[in-house]
């Protein structure tokens, strides 16, 4: 090793590196900087020791702690269980009316509902429930299957026209579509139905088709229009239109004859899932 | 500007410098006096006798008896409620004192008495000079403590610096190791007791040495037992002097009419031996025998004035009582006086003392009003709370008849410990029929029930005839038990008429 040479100004040795003339002082790294260092050494010993680090041949070294993130997922999803333990068991036993009553099964429904309505309903029915063309709104009294507790879980258990047993399965027919009827006879029925809704109408078109609706809508309708709830046959004499109330609106009801889906939930969601899921929809539709 | 370094002349030598490195240069300066912290200087206050001393001995018992007892006191809640009269109870959220419940919305009132408390301070200081610092404050009394058993273990200041100067051996060791095992000791009890302040105390007492306490009470005993041990163990005057802002603020509370301790210069100088039998004849009654300054726990000389070290503590004033009793002088060399009185007395005029002063009278009357209103709200508080959200989404529903209805989420709150049941009343809007799940629509006021002791979020639904609102018609909703109500504003949302 070569002689240490000392830089003048600084008083201080230097490397013996030099690059253009310049040399590098050998200054000592600050105290604080060389504890520290020192310090994350020891950390790092001891954490080799406490936790998961090294990876090996067969698996890897476990450390004496045993810390797994996979093993405290688990661990705690069976806490939240637990934790949901006490009402969730309740909502077991107790019927839906009973539910609805009692304040802390109702707050623990309502919250567990607006989670769930907000994950797998909102999508259609919107973030508020208020529905869209298509999607009925369910925050009013307008019910298309029905609005007693039972009638939505019904509804919300076996679904709309998914094809599953137990599901609806009505279905409007394509009156223009399938041709079934001309674009003449078709006109004079939206008048019809205009005027069922107490809207003004073309008197000689609604007297053209008043034969026909009675022959082939009042089987579903009814004679007065206004519907029928068990088979999801709307009211044709309310303010509430699925598919839109203008003239061309419900003509193109008429050609189409379309009829929404809604999924079979039973399938997917236990039975209190799905009455927490009614008592949220029930209770903020104002309950009927 | 630029350098010029000439290498081809002959270059200076430094004179006669071995390689020095930036660290031992560091050093080097401290030892120069040069460094950035002045070393502590250790402080061996001497025991004394008397009024103040027997005081702060008191005070010690007191303030410590309160703080270790406090947690251990009972008192009855109904409902499964804590059964701890003083509790700070993170979890449940709630603050008991007593009979006295206070929710997280209500935390003003702990500010309230934070600033009733320094007002208090502001008075007192204004008054009476630092007597909290001097006698109540923990960093006082938990070094008394410490220098109690300092004492017992080491002896009194004489023997205490023989034995520090004194090289190791099995005496000095056993002394040392005792003094400081009972210092953990203390500092632990501390610690300890901290956290029952937090947890049910016979609860978390058997659950901490199980190790099923939560951890945040192993973390702040830990806290609380280092804090104690260095504090009034070690750094002692330094947190005063160094740390705490008191000493700052002061100066502009005190004045030259505000009583604190004080080394009566009239009376003492010229300071100067004095033989038994000598005459008192031309010179002050001040003996310059240092008993003040060893007496101070703040290692300083009372006779130079008043100063930001001083804590008020008067056993200055005790020592030198001692001195005078023995040389048959009167009492109260160093006594609780003011500037002005001195002053006063150095002319030749009689001392007068102004306990009034505007400074007092203001401090006195922003703690008054303080103190007034903070028992204003706490007997006027209402038991019941309520907060009205109005639903946004959807903001109204239209019904078939043209009806609309508008959804509230109503937060009542019930701070009693008995379930309530409450009539819910909504103002606003004519004709409204009021609904909440579970219960039939009714045109008049809604019965809702609330457990004891917390908030219920209650859904209510109200539907107004189709015509009798527009827009958006403020209301009010009101929630009463028949004795206590409380009122919220919100708006009744009915959207453009269609």
Redesign the interface.
């Known amino acids: 090793m070569s002689e240490?040479r000392?830089d003048?100004p600084t008083?201080?040795?230097t490397t013996e590196h030099e690059w253009d003339g310049i040399r590098e002082l050998d200054?000592?790294l600050p105290?604080w900087w060389l504890w520290t260092w020192y310090v994350t050494i020891a950390v790092a010993i001891v954490y080799w020791v406490l936790m998961p680090a090294w990876p090996g041949l067969h698996g890897y070294t476990k450390g004496i702690l045993h810390q797994s993130d996979r093993v405290k997922l688990v661990r705690e999803l069976a806490d939240l269980k637990a934790l949901r333990g006490a009402e969730g068991a309740q909502l077991q036993t107790a019927s839906l009316?009973e539910i609805?009553?009692?304040?802390k099964l109702?707050?623990y429904a309502?919250a567990a509902g607006q989670a769930l309505f907000g994950d797998n309903c909102a999508t259609c029915h919107?973030?508020?429930?208020?529905g869209g063309k298509g999607y009925p709104?369910l925050?009013?009294?307008?019910w298309l299957w029905g609005g007693s507790l039972e009638q939505i879980q019904h509804t919300i258990t076996y679904g709309v026209r998914t094809g599953e047993p137990g599901a609806a399965t009505t279905q409007m027919p394509a009156f223009g579509r399938d041709q079934m009827l001309k674009d003449a006879q078709i006109d004079d029925l939206t008048e019809y139905v205009v005027a069922l809704s107490r809207r003004p109408a073309n008197p000689a078109a609604v007297a053209r088709a008043t034969q026909l609706y009675a022959d082939q809508c009042a089987a579903c309708h009814g004679p007065q229009g206004l519907g029928d709830q068990t088979r999801g046959v709307p009211n044709l004499t309310?303010?509430?239109w699925l598919y839109g109330s203008t003239r061309e609106a419900i003509r193109d009801q008429i050609v189409n004859g379309r009829g929404g889906v809604m999924p079979t939930w039973g399938k997917r969601f236990d039975p209190q899932t799905i009455k927490a899921l009614t008592?949220y929809i029930?209770?903020?539709a104002?309950?009927q | 500007m630029t350098v010029i370094i000439d290498r081809t002349k002959a270059?200076?030598q430094?004179s006669g410098?071995e390689?020095?490195?930036?660290?031992a240069r560091v050093r080097a300066k401290a030892t120069q006096g040069g460094g950035l912290y002045q070393a502590r200087v250790p402080i061996y206050p001497k025991l004394v006798h008397g009024r103040w001393r027997a005081i702060k001995w008191a005070l010690l018992v007191v303030t410590l008896t309160i703080y270790w007892v406090t947690p251990w006191i009972r008192w009855h809640r109904p409902g499964g409620l804590p059964q701890q009269a003083v509790l700070v109870d993170f979890a449940g959220g709630r603050f008991y004192f007593f009979g006295i419940q206070l929710w997280p919305q209500e935390v003003y009132f702990i500010t309230g008495l934070l600033v009733m408390a320094a007002m208090a301070l502001f008075l007192v200081s204004a008054l009476f000079g630092r007597l909290w610092c001097g006698y109540a404050c923990p960093q006082t009394v938990w070094t008394d403590l410490y220098i109690y058993v300092e004492r017992a273990f080491e002896g009194d200041r004489n023997a205490r610096m023989r034995l520090d100067a004194a090289p190791w051996s099995f005496d000095k060791a056993w002394r040392k190791a005792g003094k400081h095992a009972v210092w953990l000791g203390i500092a632990f009890g501390t610690g300890g007791a901290w956290i029952f302040y937090f947890h049910d105390a016979p609860t978390v007492i058997r659950g901490f040495w199980v190790g099923q306490a939560a951890l945040t009470a192993y973390v702040f005993c830990a806290l609380l037992t280092a804090t104690t041990y260095i504090f009034a163990g070690f750094m002692r005057e330094q947190v005063c002097i160094y740390m705490c802002p008191w000493p700052r603020i002061q100066g502009a509370m005190l004045d030259q009419h505000s009583l604190q301790i004080t080394y009566r210069r009239d009376r003492g100088e010229a300071r100067g031996p004095h033989k038994k039998g000598e005459t008192w004849e031309g010179r002050g009654d001040c003996i310059d025998c240092n008993a003040c300054v060893v007496a101070c726990p703040m290692g300083i000389d009372i006779r130079d004035g008043a100063q930001l070290e001083c804590i008020n503590c008067g056993l200055c004033a005790d020592a030198c009582d001692e001195i005078m009793d023995k040389v048959g002088r009167p009492r109260g060399l160093i006594a609780y006086d003011t500037d002005a009185a001195v002053a006063a007395r150095a002319c030749g005029k009689p001392a007068v003392y102004k306990p009034v002063r505007p400074r007092t009278l203001y401090y006195a009357g922003a703690l008054a009003l303080v103190s007034g209103l903070m028992l204003w709200g706490l007997t006027h508080r209402s038991v019941i709370d309520l907060h009205v959200l109005r639903?946004?989404?959807?903001m109204f529903?239209?019904?078939?008849d043209?009806s609309v209805?508008d959804?509230y989420t109503l937060k009542i709150a019930n701070r009693t410990f008995y379930a309530k049941t409450l009539t819910v009343r909504f103002d606003g809007v004519a004709g409204a029929r009021l609904?909440t799940?579970?219960?039939p629509?009714q045109a008049g006021d809604l019965t809702?029930?609330v457990?004891p002791n917390a908030i219920?979020?209650v859904?209510i639904?109200v539907?107004v005839p189709p015509g009798a609102s527009a827009g958006a018609t403020p209301a009010i909703f009101t929630v009463s038990d028949g004795h206590a109500q409380a009122r919220a504003k919100t708006v009744f949302d009915s959207g453009a008429q269609p």
């Open positions: 240490r000392i003048e008083g201080v040795e200054n000592p105290r009316e609805e009553r009692d304040p109702q707050a309502m919107g973030q508020g429930g208020t709104n925050r009013d009294d307008v309310d303010s509430e008592v029930h209770a903020n104002g309950g | 270059q200076p430094p410098h390689p020095v490195s930036a660290a639903d946004r989404n959807p529903v239209r019904m078939q043209g209805r959804g609904k799940p579970g219960a629509p809702v029930s457990e219920r979020a859904r639904f539907t």
